[in-house]
């Protein structure tokens, strides 16, 4: 008994790698000595393979069995031996599968998928992020960078956590950055003093501005200041923290109605939202892109920014036009086609 304990404990420490083929090579030694005892009964050495794996897994359903002295000796020391290796590789495989959970928790597991998009700093505002996206693509994958130690969605399949600093290159490589679709970067409310938070996003935005320049980065800015120092690192677009929630509640104050229509364009998850459609060949105005896309159900918004294009009916529409309109999502997959 101690032999086997001291056995048992020298493989347990093996590497999986090791162990895989040590479980090879007695299974496939097991079945030339089978069909070397009895050639009589297994015909092949392959039925012989077959009998060593029903043996060790348990399973015996007794279209084959030894029939010798020798070949029942054999048979035991499959029993005894055989069945403790191939509990070892099951123990082996959940423990792995342990492990991979434990690691995916604990955010060390790196990303590999590709055209996904990372939120970096987790707070409410990453939460509802992640559900805003999911409602837009539901399919999408989602990596969320921060500091801490744990997981902050584990429940959620999609959502892939890697803690630690995201201005480190290391963990913006775990992140995949290279392959992603967009990086969002919001401020670390951790941070009390507001040029601090800004700063720190900077570093980050500078990262994945050296690393990834092909990325489109979305800032978080605590103050309105430091948005030329984010231009000098070519962050696409910046959204003030405080500035939109501000205005929305002047116009909820002020404009009795007003803040509902423009919450509902702000989440896809409530009424209709803002899509942006392919331009028309057929389309010489605006004129003709307004009233063709109304009789469908939808409203021409805009042009890249210029909401102005109601008052510019006669004009024709540029090359390079990228139009928005209001919709409910049916509508707009109808008009895309």
């Not at 630690?164 to 995949?176: M, R, T, V, W």
């Not at 805009?302 to 090359?319: E, F, G, V």
Request: net charge neutral; glycine share 6%; proline share 2%.
């Amino acid at each position: 008994m101690h032999f086997l304990l001291r056995i048992s404990g020298k493989l347990m420490r093996l590497k999986k790698k090791s162990i895989g083929l040590i479980i090879l090579f007695f299974i496939v030694l097991s079945a030339t000595i089978a069909f070397v005892l009895e050639p009589g009964t297994f015909h092949n050495w392959f039925n012989a393979f077959y009998w060593v794996m029903t043996t060790m897994a348990t399973v015996g359903y007794g279209d084959f069995f030894a029939t010798s002295v020798m070949g029942k000796l054999f048979t035991i020391f499959l029993y005894v031996f055989g069945i403790g290796l191939l509990s070892l590789v099951i123990g082996k495989i959940v423990e792995a599968m342990g492990e991979v959970q434990r690691r995916r928790g604990a955010g060390t597991l790196s990303f590999h998928a590709a055209d996904h998009i990372v939120l970096i700093n987790w707070s409410r505002k990453t939460q509802a992020a992640v559900e805003e996206i999911l409602c837009y693509t539901p399919k999408c994958k989602i990596v969320i960078i921060d500091e801490s130690g744990r997981h902050p969605l584990e429940h959620m399949e999609q959502v892939h956590f890697i803690s630690g600093d995201a201005s480190s290159d290391e963990i913006l490589q775990k992140a995949n950055i290279h392959e992603a679709r967009a990086a969002i970067v919001f401020g670390d409310n951790r941070i009390d003093e507001a040029s601090l938070i800004d700063g720190k996003s900077l570093l980050i935005a500078s990262s994945i501005e050296r690393i990834a320049p092909q990325v489109h980065t979305t800032v978080e800015i605590m103050q309105e200041k430091n948005i030329q120092n984010f231009r000098h690192v070519q962050v696409n677009e910046f959204v003030l923290s405080h500035d939109a929630i501000s205005r929305l509640a002047v116009r909820s104050a002020l404009q009795e109605g007003n803040s509902e229509v423009i919450t509902q364009l702000l989440s896809r998850q409530h009424g209709d939202d803002i899509y942006e459609i392919p331009r028309n060949p057929a389309w010489q105005t605006y004129g003709d892109a307004f009233q063709d896309l109304l009789s469908r159900g939808a409203t021409l918004l805009s042009d890249h920014s210029d909401l102005s294009i109601n008052r510019k009916l006669n004009q024709p529409i540029p090359q390079n036009a990228r139009l928005y309109i209001v919709s409910d999502e049916e509508t707009y997959r109808r008009i895309k086609g």
